[in-house]
């Protein structure tokens, strides 16, 4: 399997793509902000064609170039019901003052073509088969995306902002939880093999084992301990807060 990715635009969102190998049709994650570029240069590079994007939430960092990126291939976008309103509002997923406009009054357009997703949905795409776990938590439509493994290759996570190497996602925008972003990481990542490979949202990737075994937030729910510090509340700064993304 191929993957390929760069951080795209001012937050650094991870947009990555994936394909069965160079040469064949593939997916696109999370076309951020200037991301055309980025995409572009990954399909002339691996010889690829684009046959769907997959976002793992609305978040605007997440979605920015979503309508030009599909409207450019003619493929459809694929995203929870849950966060579609944020495809055309993406200030509801933020928290904006009162009359304070988002980013000089950017709107945004939904694809020609939009597809919604569903917990435990297996699309398979490009030559693929990718399962879709819904995590609310970091937003009410927050999934990952899962391939599994391929010959000496294991398990592949794409976790959004749901998991990072030793942090998880921000809970204090709208529409968060971190109630529901625990039992999200409980569910969803902790169940995996150690082996599985995680590429998130924002950073460097890491290992489900790793993260097992190093980051806070999931030594707490393995010792069951699911009251532990909020991010927003003492605990460790999120990887996607302030400094980088929603």
């Not at 990715?5 to 069965?20: D, L, R, T, W």
């Not at 980013?103 to 945004?108: D, K, R, T």
């Not at 493994?149 to 749901?162: K, Q």
């Not at 990542?189 to 082996?195: A, F, W």
């Amino acid at each position: 399997m191929l993957v390929a990715g760069f951080p795209a635009g001012s937050f650094a969102a991870n947009c990555y793509v994936v394909a069965p190998a160079a040469g064949e049709e593939c997916v696109i994650i999370d076309p951020g902000q200037d991301a055309e570029a980025g995409i572009e240069e990954l399909l002339r590079e691996h010889r690829l064609k684009p046959v769907a994007v997959l976002l793992t939430h609305g978040h605007l960092d997440h979605v920015w170039s979503v309508a030009p990126v599909c409207g450019a291939r003619d493929v459809p976008a694929y995203i929870h019901p849950d966060d579609r309103d944020l495809l055309t509002d993406p200030a509801k997923g933020l928290s904006l003052n009162a009359g304070q406009q988002l980013f000089g009054g950017l709107e945004l357009a939904e694809p020609d073509e939009v597809r919604e997703l569903s917990d435990g949905a297996a699309l398979r795409l490009a030559g693929l088969t990718i399962t879709v776990d819904h995590a609310p938590g970091h937003t009410p439509g927050s999934v990952t995306f899962r391939t599994p493994p391929a010959g000496e290759i294991p398990d592949v996570m794409f976790s959004g902002d749901l998991l990072f190497a030793g942090s998880i996602g921000r809970t204090d925008l709208p529409g968060g939880s971190y109630e529901e972003i625990l039992g999200s990481l409980s569910r969803v990542c902790l169940t995996l093999p150690d082996q599985t490979v995680v590429l998130p949202g924002h950073g460097q990737q890491t290992t489900i084992g790793r993260e097992r075994a190093t980051n806070p937030f999931l030594a707490d729910l393995s010792r069951g301990d699911s009251g532990g510090s909020s991010p927003h509340d003492g605990g460790t700064v999120p990887a996607d807060g302030p400094r980088q993304g929603f």
